[in-house]
């Protein structure tokens, strides 16, 4: 297990403050003094490989495994220039789901899949990968097929539903602790620690609490009046879409559903407001606004495929 890779600089900083007291009110230098520099170093040091090799440590003591059979999914950012500290690991999932046989017996078995980024990828055994789910080439013949068709059927809908997930935005909101524990290990802060103990273990212990004071109150009131608070406020906004009906087409009649249980291929009749979804419009023409999106000042005008593209 890689938890003594975190505990190790914890238990040191609780041996500094010990060593710190015992300067000021007990042993003195000469009894502190190279205890002190050697746990110093190596704390520190062990904190700041800790933060710059943190996507190392996650997958340090994974064991590599093919995609069929693997537990968990190593996720590598695409700019190698930011190293590994930003590598992701997603644990994969099972959704149960049920086959009919060829003697008409329904067998149930489990689907693996895994989320990343509001996108479900479930593994396809014929390609042996994961492939996102929810992503399908429309043209305006199929769109214009599912218009006179009557819309999806219902039963069918709702198994699309439980393959591809809910159509909602899942943000998280990292607890008090979580935030700050993520603010202060950067490494600059890191730096600043060290800056602080030299001082404080120097006889300059004025400084060194006025230093605290100033960086750590600053990363707390960044970490969590600002940062938690915009992901808050992201996190409500997209739960307010969920609770929106829209107006979609299933078995050839129109109903009452709810924003989360859009699936691919509904056709969905649009009047005003927002709609929580990707669309393409197939009859009639609307003005959007995008400027949340492409920063465009202006409504543009949107109008309906041909139904020959």
């Known amino acids: 297990c890689g938890c ?16 710190t007291m015992e300067r000021y009110f007990g042993l003195g230098w000469d009894a502190t003094a190279k205890q002190f520099i050697l746990i110093y170093l190596i704390s520190h040091v062990i904190l700041f490989a800790a933060t710059q090799y943190s996507g190392q440590v996650k997958t340090f003591f994974l064991q590599p495994s093919s995609l069929a059979e693997a537990t968990h999914i190593a996720i590598f950012p695409r700019d190698k220039t930011k190293g590994l ?3 992701e690991v997603v644990r994969v999932r099972h959704l149960p789901g049920s086959e009919t046989g060829s003697g008409g017996s329904t067998t ?7 989320e990343q980024t509001c996108v ?34 219902e039963n069918f809908a709702l198994e699309r539903l439980d393959r591809q997930g809910r159509n909602a935005i899942n943000v998280k909101v990292l607890g008090i602790f979580a935030s700050l524990l993520a603010e ?27 230093w605290v004071f100033l960086v750590f109150g600053s990363g707390a009131w960044t970490s969590l009046m600002i940062l938690r608070r915009n992901q808050q406020q992201i996190a409500e906004m997209a739960a307010a879409g969920g609770h929106r009906l829209e ?33 393409a419009l197939v009859a009639g023409s609307a003005v959007v606004n995008e400027s949340m999106l492409t920063g465009e ?6 109008v309906s495929l041909e139904q020959c593209g």
């Open 184 to 210: 202060y290990s950067q490494p600059i802060y890191i730096f600043q620690m060290m800056c602080i103990w030299c001082y404080l273990f120097f006889d300059s212990w004025n400084i060194a609490l006025l």
């Open 120 to 153: 479900r990828y479930l593994w396809n055994e014929e390609a042996r990968r994961f492939r996102p789910t929810g992503v399908k080439p429309l043209s305006g013949q199929e769109a214009y097929k599912a218009l006179d068709g009557g819309g999806l059927a």
């Open 85 to 87: 500290g930003r590598l």
């Open 4 to 19: 003594w890779f975190q505990k190790v600089p914890i238990v040191s900083q609780l041996q500094l403050v010990w060593l």
């Open 247 to 279: 107006k979609v087409l299933r078995d050839g009649q129109w109903k009452d559903v709810p924003a989360t249980d859009l699936t691919l291929g509904d056709v969905v009749q649009v009047k005003d407001g927002v709609v929580c979804a990707d669309l």
């Open 108 to 114: 149930v078995q489990s689907r693996r899949y895994y």
């Open 297 to 302: 000042p202006m409504p543009l005008q949107k």
